[in-house]
Every structure is written in C-alpha cells, then in structure tokens.
C-alpha cells in the first residue's frame, strides 16, 4: 500500500512540474511577443515572433502532459492539431487558411514526444510562412504504423516559386536527424513535406 501511495505522490510531482514550467514557458512567449511588437526592424520581428511560436510549443507539449496526467506517453495527434492551430492563430491567419487534419491515433513517449512534435511544427510553420498572404489550404495526414511507425505529411493546393524562407528546413532535418526519420520534399511543390519516423528501438 505504502508503495502505491509513493508512485501516485511521485506522478502528481511530476505533473505540478510540467504545470509550473508551462507556466514559465508561457510567460517566456507573451515577453518575446512582446518584443516582437516592439521591434523596430521587420526582420528582428519576425525572429522574435518564431522564437515566440517555439517557445508557446514547448509550453502545449508540457500542458499537454499536466491535463492528461500522462507523464510517460502522449497523444502526438492531439498535440499536432494543437500545433497547427495555436500557428494559424500567432499569425492571424485563422480566416484566410484552410487546415485539413487526416489523423489517426499516434503515441509517442515523451522522450521522443519533444523532437517529433517540433518537427511537426516546422513543418507546419514553414508552410504556413510560404502560404502567407494568400486564401489557400494544406491538408495534414499522421498516421502510426503497427509496430510504432509514424508517418506525416503536409501537401498545399499552393505551389510556389521559391523554397519558404527562414531556419524551419534545417531544424526539420535536425529533428529528423535526432529521430533516425526519414524527410522528403520536392522542388515542384516546395511547401509540401513528407517524414518517415521510424519506430522506437525495443527496450
């Protein structure tokens, strides 16, 4: 008895610490958004404003973990379509683009939980920094294989001309790298993304 109560004491620690830091976190992103408006230059506000939509991601993973009370697996599909839409809202964009989500149930533990769910959201975000200005849509597919697999993609009714600007591509394959994934893209859509994630490695 006295061990059950020490592993639900330990769980409730646990999540009082993802709660305080999602806390600090969000308190983080309003002072860069803050800055971000009170930039003087375009271009220092645009970084301030990304760091500000990273560092609101960081925040949804630990809410994420405190409102479910799982500390050890998490739902990625939930938390992507948290992603996409807190990035459509951070740009105004919420009325001017169509997101469609085909998702099935995906689950990650929170090791990997991190750098999947920045990948996603590059992968989101660089899209969305292509498509900005314009009345378009991305479809977003997530879906994870029996044996652990998970494969996303974002496909744009837009094409470009150019590659979307910004470090979204390189942190992309820096999480991929970090994942052992697999990333494709293709120079005729440049705002489409397709990964691989391999499953994790047996215990």
Not at 58 to 65: C, N
Not at 113 to 136: C, T, Y
Not at 142 to 147: A, I, N, T, V, W
């Amino acid at each position: 008895l006295r061990l059950i109560e020490a592993l639900a004491e330990e769980r409730a620690l646990l999540r009082e610490v993802h709660h305080r830091v999602k806390n600090n976190l969000q308190m983080v992103a309003s002072l860069l958004n803050i800055q971000a408006r009170g930039a003087s230059d375009e271009s220092e506000a645009w970084g301030l404003a990304r760091a500000h939509d990273r560092v609101q991601l960081l925040a949804l993973v630990h809410q994420r973990i405190y409102a479910s009370g799982e500390v050890r697996e998490l739902r990625i599909d939930e938390l992507a379509a948290d992603i996409a839409r807190q990035l459509l809202q951070s740009r105004g964009m919420a009325s001017s683009i169509r997101l469609n989500f085909d998702f099935g149930e995906v689950r990650a533990d929170a090791d990997r939980a991190v750098p999947l769910a920045f990948l996603i959201g590059e992968g989101i975000a660089a899209s969305l920094d292509g498509l900005d200005g314009h009345s378009a849509g991305a479809s977003l597919a997530l879906r994870q294989d029996e044996d652990g697999a998970v494969r996303f993609t974002i496909t744009c009714d837009q094409t470009i001309a150019v590659e979307p600007t910004g470090p979204s591509g390189r942190l992309i394959d820096a999480f991929a790298r970090q994942l052992g994934a697999r990333v494709g893209r293709s120079s005729q859509h440049p705002l489409d993304l397709w990964v691989a994630i391999p499953p994790p490695p047996a215990a």
